[in-house]
């Protein structure tokens, strides 16, 4: 009898429908028309057909004379619809009763785009390197293949500009290094004076000129590669070739310039004596003032002594200056020991070599007597 009524419920299982659609042979993941779709999962139970917990047993189809093929058929649809929603089981507790996950179980991963792979197992725990294992879905600080993200490589270094020549030697630079530059640019042509330290126009004329023919950038200052190409072309200097000694003879001297301390200037031989007490302690050669700005004669005394002076009428340099009567005064003359006597002054006594100016500069001092005199 146990068996028989045992029968008679599953028959009576089989007709009847149970309340919440549990057993509908319906995919979770595939809607009923008209009802809500319940929680994934796969059911589970004992015996011949799947079970819903406890309870009576229940079968796949939805009436009595369901059989074989109709199970096949709903477990292939139910197939079907996993590989294309990517659903996964859960279990279902009984007839009506609510699905639930699996205890201990963690938040499903996140499912790739693509239909023809199937989803991945279920796992208890996500691999660390993978981006859906940070909470919230937060990308990985690795930058990707396609370019995106944080890159620790350098940038690309940006086109480097050639570094600037060395200038060792420019316009209006006054050194011993300038005398060998002259006197060197005077062995190959190009400079035609004596070498006086100074860098002026006339010097860099020349420099220009020498860049040029041995096709290097006509700047006109001494840069290193210049220096190196004029070295190639030339011998070291002599003293007499760096410091021209003095040409003309000192004069006898005027009556006048016998005692005391005397500058004794004559206009017939152009020489300046520097005397005390009637003996010479240096001479030097001297150009005066032309036609037009003649140098006064007489006697007079020093007023002033200017070491960097310029003129305010003329805007050239005047170093060592020793003013002796109004704007005139003795003071050395690049233009003189590049240009000698060819030109003239405006009035001053124009002295060529620098050195002998200078050592007379420091040792005239203020109300020395300054006698011109033909």
């Given at each position: 009898?146990?068996?028989?009524?045992?029968?008679?419920?599953?028959?009576?299982?089989?007709?009847?429908?149970?309340?919440?659609?549990?057993?509908?042979?319906?995919?979770?993941?595939?809607?009923?028309?008209?009802?809500?779709?319940?929680?994934?999962?796969?059911?589970?139970?004992?015996?011949?057909?799947?079970?819903?917990?406890?309870?009576?047993?229940?079968?796949?189809?939805?009436?009595?004379?369901?059989?074989?093929?109709?199970?096949?058929?709903?477990?292939?649809?139910?197939?079907?619809?996993?590989?294309?929603?990517?659903?996964?089981?859960?279990?279902?507790?009984?007839?009506?009763?609510k699905a639930a996950s699996p205890p201990h179980s963690p938040p499903p991963a996140a499912r790739t785009?693509?239909?023809?792979?199937?989803?991945?197992?279920?796992?208890?725990?996500?691999?660390?390197?993978?981006?859906?294992?940070?909470?919230?879905?937060?990308?990985?600080?690795?930058?990707?293949?396609?370019?995106?993200?944080?890159?620790?490589?350098?940038?690309?270094?940006?086109?480097?500009?050639?570094?600037?020549?060395?200038?060792?030697?420019?316009?209006?630079?006054?050194?011993?290094?300038?005398?060998?530059?002259?006197?060197?640019?005077?062995?190959?042509?190009?400079?035609?004076?004596?070498?006086?330290?100074?860098?002026?126009?006339?010097?860099?004329?020349?420099?220009?000129?020498?860049?040029?023919?041995?096709?290097?950038?006509?700047?006109?200052?001494?840069?290193?590669?210049?220096?190196?190409?004029?070295?190639?072309?030339?011998?070291?200097?002599?003293?007499?070739?760096?410091?021209?000694?003095?040409?003309?003879?000192?004069?006898?001297p005027d009556e006048r310039c016998l005692t005391g301390r005397v500058l004794c200037i004559s206009k017939?031989?152009?020489?300046?004596?520097?005397?005390?007490?009637?003996?010479?302690?240096?001479?030097?050669?001297?150009?005066?003032?032309?036609?037009?700005?003649?140098?006064?004669?007489?006697?007079?005394?020093?007023?002033?002594?200017?070491?960097?002076?310029?003129?305010?009428?003329?805007?050239?340099?005047?170093?060592?200056?020793?003013?002796?009567?109004?704007?005139?005064?003795?003071?050395?003359?690049?233009?003189?020991?590049?240009?000698?006597?060819?030109?003239?002054?405006?009035?001053?006594?124009?002295?060529?070599?620098?050195?002998?100016?200078?050592?007379?500069?420091?040792?005239?001092?203020?109300?020395?007597?300054?006698?011109?005199?033909?």
């Amino acid at each position: 009898m146990a068996d028989r009524n045992s029968g008679h419920d599953d028959r009576a299982a089989g007709t009847a429908r149970r309340p919440g659609g549990a057993d509908d042979g319906r995919c979770e993941g595939t809607p009923h028309p008209g009802r809500g779709v319940p929680g994934p999962g796969p059911r589970t139970g004992s015996g011949p057909g799947p079970r819903t917990g406890s309870g009576p047993r229940a079968r796949t189809g939805s009436g009595p004379g369901a059989g074989p093929s109709l199970r096949v058929a709903a477990v292939s649809a139910l197939a079907v619809a996993a590989l294309v929603t990517g659903c996964e089981p859960v279990a279902v507790q009984g007839a009506g009763s609510k699905a639930a996950s699996p205890p201990h179980s963690p938040p499903p991963a996140a499912r790739t785009a693509s239909a023809a792979a199937p989803a991945p197992p279920p796992t208890t725990s996500a691999p660390a390197d993978a981006d859906d294992a940070k909470p919230g879905g937060e990308p990985s600080a690795a930058p990707s293949a396609t370019g995106g993200g944080t890159t620790d490589e350098p940038p690309e270094p940006g086109p480097r500009t050639a570094p600037a020549e060395r200038v060792l030697l420019r316009p209006g630079s006054h050194s011993a290094h300038v005398r060998a530059l002259q006197a060197r640019l005077r062995q190959t042509g190009y400079f035609g004076r004596n070498p006086t330290g100074f860098y002026g126009d006339v010097t860099a004329g020349a420099v220009r000129a020498f860049q040029t023919d041995r096709g290097l950038p006509a700047t006109g200052s001494t840069d290193l590669t210049t220096w190196r190409a004029l070295l190639s072309a030339t011998r070291a200097p002599t003293p007499d070739e760096l410091d021209p000694p003095t040409e003309r003879p000192v004069a006898a001297p005027d009556e006048r310039c016998l005692t005391g301390r005397v500058l004794c200037i004559s206009k017939r031989s152009r020489t300046l004596a520097w005397m005390i007490d009637g003996r010479v302690v240096s001479a030097m050669d001297v150009r005066f003032g032309s036609q037009y700005t003649p140098t006064r004669e007489g006697v007079f005394a020093v007023y002033w002594k200017s070491r960097h002076h310029v003129s305010t009428l003329y805007d050239t340099p005047m170093p060592y200056a020793l003013f002796f009567s109004g704007g005139q005064a003795v003071h050395f003359s690049a233009d003189f020991a590049a240009n000698g006597y060819g030109g003239a002054s405006h009035g001053c006594v124009n002295v060529r070599d620098e050195k002998k100016i200078a050592a007379l500069f420091a040792q005239v001092r203020k109300d020395d007597k300054v006698v011109v005199y033909r």
